[in-house]
C-alpha cells in the first residue's frame, strides 16, 4: 500500500486525510520490519512533525488497525507493536523473539499452512489467519554468552 491508497481508504471509509495520518503511515513504512511501539512511533514522526502528540499517533494506528493497514501485534512484552500490513500475504508471518535483547525476527515462510488443513478439516472450522511466536535466544545475544561464559572462565 503506498500513500494514494491510504488516502483512498480513509475517503472510502468516511475518515479525513490528514497531514498527521499521512506523516505517521510513512514512518511505518520507512521502518516496516521494525514492530514499532506507538512510542518509538512517535519519537519518528515529531522529527518530521513536532505537532504530533502521542495520543494522535495512537488513534491513527487504531485506525489504520481497523482498515487493516496495519497489524497489531502483542510480543508479551507489555505494549502493543505495529508493522504495516502486506498485501501479498494472507496469513501474518511468524516472529522469533529473543528474550534477551528484545529483537524480533521475521519468519517469512508459513510454517502452520498443513496445520490449518487439518485443523479446519477436522473441526469444521473456518480460520481466517493465525499468529505463530517462537522465544528464545537469538544468534547475537548466543555469541555474546558464549564469548562471556569464555571469559568467565578464564
Do not use: W
Request: charged residues 35%.
Amino acid at each position: 500500500m503506498d500513500i494514494d491508497n491510504l488516502r483512498e481508504l480513509l475517503i472510502k471509509n468516511g475518515y479525513k486525510v490528514t497531514k498527521q495520518r499521512e506523516i505517521i503511515f510513512e514512518a511505518l513504512k520507512e521502518n516496516s520490519g521494525s514492530h514499532l511501539s506507538p512510542e518509538e512511533l512517535h519519537d519518528i514522526v515529531i522529527k518530521k512533525d513536532s505537532d504530533i502528540g502521542i495520543a494522535t499517533v495512537y488513534r491513527t494506528l487504531q485506525l489504520l488497525d481497523e482498515l487493516k493497514v496495519v497489524y497489531k501485534i502483542n510480543f508479551n512484552d507489555n505494549r502493543y507493536r505495529y508493522e504495516i500490513s502486506s498485501e501479498d500475504e494472507t496469513h501474518h508471518h511468524h516472529h522469533l523473539i529473543c528474550t534477551n535483547c528484545n529483537k524480533v525476527i521475521e519468519v517469512k515462510r508459513d510454517l502452520l499452512e498443513h496445520a490449518e488443513s487439518i485443523i479446519s478439516n477436522e473441526y469444521n472450522f473456518q480460520i481466517k489467519d493465525h499468529s505463530l511466536k517462537f522465544y528464545g535466544i537469538c544468534s547475537d545475544c548466543q555469541k555474546e554468552m558464549r564469548k562471556n561464559d569464555r571469559k568467565n572462565k578464564s
